[in-house]
């Protein structure tokens, strides 16, 4: 029998407990959520027309040049020259892996150009993979002169094609410079201009997130310093926002994306909003001076650390600062007067060593004494259980860091025997952030399942003993979040997307599962008198929410057997005769979810019934289920 005690709360959920980790990893933001269709539309790529063809109707009639002015525009420098003597002739742009496009929405197209030598018409089309036009429209320059100007049109798709390409033929005698080529589609996230994939954000907001880290993960160490995440470039205009290189389009990459670059079109601006519209914390992770250890290993020395330090800094005047202060300012300059709220963020990602240290020491005095209440996030490596995570974690905790992020990717078994592993961690000062983790059947990172349900059912088991612990492990994301199918560098993800639709994996559906029933404390959950770490197959752990009045029983069943279990709901609480429970199942271990089947593996809903205090449950074969039981 297992004894659940609800009357005794053991410890406190903190309320963004259960997050996401968000990168731009797997074309998760270019190419993905944010909702740009046009691959290198500044002409910033390391080659200037990647992405973009030329084809001439007429040889030889028209010229186009990709012009550099590095020395006036540095964020910008290069834009496309069309000088048409009187010739046809058109650019293509191959999109993100093609362009979705869905038949009926509109899609707007916008573009910064100047005019030396008026007459040259755009004529836009969208082209299906036999070159038919599938929706249309013009654009011609109003403005003329040395000044750039921005104009908009707008036109709609007439079939639906997830690989379409985007053509613009150049028609008329004339000189014009273009830049910012940009095609969105009409539905974006709020309907905001230039803003991010409606489909995308859903699955988010439905998770209901305690909190999203951004901007990753890898990125914002860089291969090294100089393309190291700097959040001042992805602020304001977008044409001023100078691109890099993604960390993951390096031969580091398990599968390198030769085309894979930051826009910073979804910069630390439109993070923050995205944290606030879905009702999460923001939890911003910045370079502490070092790049990545497994690339380059460049640091800042220390007498340059100041920059770097001054940049959390002003993040955080950015974030809460009030409008007369100069980044609170900027904040209010860009549309949010109001504070965002910011309570805390990570110095570094990965990072490890005396070097680490030593610059964390720098950041860590300089943002206590500025901002005593932000709490600070210090890394612990890559190794969960290595000598290095113990020496790094030892000298963490004698600092009283506020929260260690671990990290963990590895078998499933890993998670069923470490379901217990923070029942005897220390409870001091320091908490723990379980900042990624995922299940991977092998240690290269690019498993080729995709979140089977053998992987979502072990992080399951694991939760529970995260859950358990929730007074030491405060807050917990699963990584990577998104992966486009046909450019993804590194797997299990817990999204997967094409440009046209997305799915949620079983481990999306765990995920959720944890964080819209979090409860508000935790309470005993007992076989007898032990924690359920592997019993007989059975992990568990148990909940009170205070608000919405229900006890919440999380339960896993690793095993190949169904199971009967019998609880004892002790207490005085006066629990109702009748709850639900949601369950997850599948006999096949390997089952995975699909663009053909998004929900083969996803909960389950029925109703229970409570005997007095009493309830006895049928577990299916590798299942994990959340019984809710409404009281008075
Ligand atoms: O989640 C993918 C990568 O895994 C992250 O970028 C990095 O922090 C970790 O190594």
Redesign the pocket.
Same mark, same amino acid.
């Given at each position: 029998v297992i004894k659940v005690k609800i009357d005794q709360p053991i410890a406190k959920v903190q309320p963004n407990m259960w997050g996401v980790?968000f %990168?731009d @990893?797997n074309f998760g933001a270019d190419g993905g959520i944010y909702a740009e269709l046009i691959k290198n539309r500044s002409f910033e790529f390391t080659k200037p027309l990647m992405g973009w063809t030329i084809q001439r109707k007429k040889a030889n009639e028209g010229e186009i040049l990709v012009v550099n002015r590095k020395d006036i525009n540095a964020s910008n420098p290069r834009y496309l020259q069309i000088n048409n003597e009187n010739g046809v002739f058109s650019i293509i742009n191959e999109g993100f892996k093609g362009i979705g496009v869905k038949k009926g929405l509109k899609y707007n197209f916008s573009v910064m150009y100047r005019q030396l030598a008026p007459g040259v018409k755009l004529h836009l089309q969208l082209l299906n993979a036999s070159d038919q036009v599938i929706g249309e429209g013009n654009l011609s320059p109003e403005k003329t002169g040395e000044e750039w100007s921005k104009q908009s049109a707008g036109f709609t798709a007439t079939e639906t094609d997830p690989k379409a390409k985007f053509a613009i033929v150049f028609e008329g005698k004339g000189k014009i410079d273009l830049d910012m080529i940009s095609l969105f589609p009409g539905d974006t996230w709020q309907n905001r201009p230039q803003g991010l994939r409606a489909d995308m954000v859903q699955l988010l907001a439905d998770m209901k997130p305690g909190f999203i880290r951004f901007p $990753? $993960?890898? @990125?914002v160490e860089g291969t090294d310093l100089a393309n190291r995440y700097q959040w001042k470039n992805t602020i304001g205009p977008i044409e001023d926002r100078k691109m890099i290189i993604n960390r993951w389009n390096t031969e580091f990459a398990h599968r390198a994306a030769p085309d894979y670059f930051q826009s910073f079109g979804l910069g630390f601006f439109e993070y923050f909003q995205l944290a606030e519209d879905i009702g999460s914390d923001a939890l911003p992770i910045l370079n502490c001076g070092m790049a990545c250890q497994f690339n380059s290993g460049e640091v800042a020395s220390l007498d340059e650390l100041d920059p770097y330090v001054q940049d959390a800094l002003d993040l955080i005047e950015f974030a809460n600062g009030d409008v007369s202060t100069k980044w609170g300012k900027m904040r209010a300059d860009l549309g949010h007067p109001k504070p965002f709220n910011l309570k805390m963020m990570g110095v570094g990602? %990965?990072n490890w060593g005396p070097q680490y240290l030593e610059r964390l020491a720098i950041f860590t005095k300089a943002i206590k004494a500025k901002y005593p209440d932000i709490k600070l996030i210090n890394s612990s490596g890559?190794d969960p259980e290595g000598d290095r995570f113990n020496l790094l974690n030892t000298s963490l905790r004698e600092t009283k860091a506020d929260f260690i992020d671990e990290?963990y990717?590895r078998p499933a078994d890993w998670f069923l025997k470490n379901a217990g592993r923070y029942d005897n961690y220390p409870r001091n000062d320091t908490k723990v952030f379980v900042g %990624?983790y995922a299940v991977h059947a092998d240690k290269n990172?690019v498993g080729s399942n995709r979140n089977n349900w053998q992987s979502a059912l072990a992080s399951a088991s694991l939760m529970t003993g995260l859950e358990r612990n929730a007074d030491v492990v405060q807050m917990a994301s699963y990584?990577?979040l998104f992966a486009h199918i046909d450019a993804w560098q590194?797997a299990p993800d817990m999204i997967w997307v094409d440009n046209l639709q997305s799915y949620g994996t079983p481990d999306y559906y765990v995920q959720k599962l944890f964080s819209t029933n979090k409860g508000t404390d935790v309470v005993s959950i007992t076989l007898d008198g032990k924690n359920i770490i592997g019993q007989d197959g059975l992990y568990a752990s148990s909940v009170l929410d205070a608000g919405k009045k229900e006890l919440i029983i999380k339960i896993s069943n690793s095993s190949d057997q169904p199971k009967v279990v019998d609880f004892d709901l002790e207490g005085k609480t006066k629990l109702k005769n009748k709850g639900t429970v949601e369950e997850l199942a599948d006999a096949n271990l390997n089952q995975l979810n699909s663009f053909a089947n998004p929900e083969a593996v996803s909960p389950k809903k029925s109703v229970v019934k409570i005997n007095g205090k009493k309830l006895t449950a049928s577990l299916k074969p590798y299942s994990f289920s959340v019984f809710k039981i409404p009281f008075n």
């Open positions: 980790f %990168e @990893i $990753g $993960g890898c @990125i990602n %990965e890559t990290h990717y %990624e990172y990584a990577p590194w």
